[in-house]
């Protein structure tokens, strides 16, 4: 099982914790992050209400890794 293939499930079940868990998991491995990957932890946060830590991943996501954003990446911001 790929790591985008779990965090999208573990956003997709609402289990933001795990998501954000194996994302950190996944980069303590040394692996980069891709926009899919974003755009799954961005739901998660956006379905948690969580504004603020989405936010973060958001500017994250640009700055740290060199991710454009594009219409799916601001989707889940709005």
Not at 28 to 54: M, N, T, Y
Not at 57 to 65: A, C, G, Q, V
Request: hydrophobic residues 40%; glycine residues 6%; neutral net charge.
């Amino acid at each position: 099982v790929s790591w985008a293939a779990m965090i999208a499930g573990y956003a997709r079940c609402d289990n933001y914790r795990l998501a954000v868990q194996s994302l950190e998991d996944m980069q303590c491995q040394g692996l980069k992050p891709v926009d899919a990957i974003f755009r799954s932890i961005l739901a998660a946060c956006s379905h948690a209400g969580l504004v603020e830590k989405g936010c973060q991943y958001f500017k994250s996501m640009r700055e740290n890794h060199g991710i454009t954003p594009n219409l799916e990446h601001y989707n889940c911001m709005v």
